[in-house]
């Protein structure tokens, strides 16, 4: 991995220098626009609207129009941002682990030390552990003020940036003021359908299916071209059946009996093969 930042990471008087690095990649094919009637490339250019060039992206500039001015904004004038020019990641407040919401949880980076000693990143690591605290920083990156969250996976320390609170929309449906009765027998089979659905997660059990299918796909147009036989590459696929469900409680017993079934089935295999 490269690192895309370098900075330190201060909590009072104690600096903590670390490397910055993306921890999480993009794992989708890789696709591009064709025109379908020739399969000719599609290519998109920048051209000034003045004089009809393409404009390189090194000439680039940005502008603010407040409806009666226009300003250019260089790239020096960016530059010139005290906040751009900080290299500090700033731990402003810990706070329980537990009020961090997930919902505003966004990109996530690792955090290598960057000093002769790690001593200053193992000490904030191991803090952060026993006291079940998750540190909320403050720094800039890419022209942007950024809140994150600070926290520990594994040996290493994590920097997840935060939505701002203006971010993340308020939900207001009034389908959810009206008031609805559940009974005592439909909790019963929900909670049954969870526990028949119970388990400890792990991410290395799930796969992206329509990547997998993609790249199957593609493999298969490559090898016979587009004479190819979905059926044929895919299998027969049976259509969904969707719907609102009209009889709740019986839609939650077959549930639960068809989970109960197939969990059956999965021990019985088991065995067969142990």
Known sequence: MRSIWKGALTFGLVNVPVKVYAATEDHDVSLH????????????????????????????????????????????????????????????????????????????????????????????????????????????LRQKTRLAALRVRGDVLVLQTLLWADEVREARFPSLDEPVKISDKELELSASLVESFSGDFDPADFVDEYQQELRTLIEAKLEKGDAIDTAETFGEQQEEQGGEVIDLMEALR?????SRASRESGSRQEKKSG
């Open 254 to 258: 077959a549930s639960v009996e068809r």
């Open 33 to 140: 626009q064709v025109h379908a009637a020739d399969g000719g490339r599609i290519r998109y250019q920048r051209v000034c609207e003045l004089d009809g060039e393409v404009v390189p992206y090194s000439e680039i500039d940005r502008a603010y129009d407040d409806g009666e001015k226009t300003v250019i904004l260089t790239k020096e004038d960016f530059a010139a941002l005290p906040s751009e020019r900080s290299r500090e990641i700033e731990v402003v407040e810990f706070v329980p682990s537990d009020q961090v919401d997930v919902l505003t949880l966004d990109k996530a980076y690792y955090l290598e030390p960057d000093s002769k000693s790690p001593k200053a990143y193992v000490l904030l690591r191991q803090t952060l552990e026993q006291t079940d605290r998750t540190a909320i920083v403050r720094f800039s």
